[in-house]
């Protein structure tokens, strides 16, 4: 079975610093997509950022950025200028190629921006 | 606007219950997911629906039951059969099932469950 694991369950950062968050996955399938879900205290997750695995790019969102690194099965998430608003839960999340596959959440970490 | 609505935001059941939470889309999406969230545990899937009338169950079906009889509304049922219902519990939805953005979920705000 799939697993994603996020091994970092609190972190902060300066306001307008930079910072990563970690995410690991394990599977031997080839074909999958990759996900960054943000939980902001007000509790709604919206999503991120995603990335096709068979795509070598890094997907970028404006400040948010990833470090797809497919043979060691890594997945990062790059936050630049950090903004108080970005604090929040953030999800990392796996999703096997296929008609009716589920997502797979990691247990999530807390973001903390300092002023 | 389009997008998903979950009531009650609050609910408190007393033991030997059940409870229906609702979870309403206007997002025209096929797919409609219900979790659980618990403090350290991440989301965890209980049922999901990828079309009208069918459902699967999910990796914590266990005391729970849902229906699919609109493609809007697929409401969820916490049973006296669930031993800890106490949680955070999220209804999400999905435009496309196939492809990448079958992983896209838009979520609702979420119903806290309360046991007392």
């Known amino acids: 079975a799939q697993t994603v694991t996020q091994s970092q369950p609190e972190m902060s950062v300066q306001e307008a610093e930079t910072v990563t968050l970690s995410c690991t996955y394990d599977?031997?399938?080839?074909?999958?997509?990759l996900f960054w879900y943000k939980q902001p205290p007000s509790r709604q997750m919206i999503l991120v950022i995603r990335q096709e695995a068979y795509k070598q790019q890094n997907a970028t969102e404006n400040r948010f950025s990833v470090n797809f690194q497919k043979a060691a099965k890594s997945f990062s998430l790059k936050i630049s200028d950090s903004q108080l608003g970005d604090a929040a839960m953030y999800f990392c999340?796996?999703?096997?190629?296929?008609?009716?596959?589920?997502?797979?959440f990691g247990k999530g970490m807390k973001l903390t921006v300092n002023p | 606007d389009g997008g998903i609505t979950q009531s009650p935001k609050y609910l408190f059941r007393k033991e030997g219950q059940n409870v229906t939470l609702s979870c309403e889309q206007n997002?025209?999406?096929?797919?409609m997911y219900w979790y659980r969230q618990d403090p350290g545990q991440g989301l965890r899937l209980i049922y999901y629906?990828?079309?009208?009338?069918?459902?699967q169950k999910g990796d914590i079906a266990e005391g729970y039951s849902v229906s699919r009889e609109k493609k809007e509304s697929f409401p969820l049922t916490v049973t006296s059969a669930q031993k800890n219902p106490t949680a955070f519990y999220l209804c999400a939805s999905s435009i496309d099932r196939f492809g990448p953005r079958g992983g896209e979920l838009f979520f609702g705000e979420g119903s806290r469950l309360t046991v007392l």
């Open positions: 997002l025209n999406h096929d797919a």
């Open positions: 599977t031997s399938e080839s074909d999958y997509y």
């Open positions: 999340a796996y999703r096997r190629q296929g008609g009716s596959e589920k997502l797979v």
């Open positions: 629906s990828q079309i009208v009338n069918d459902f």
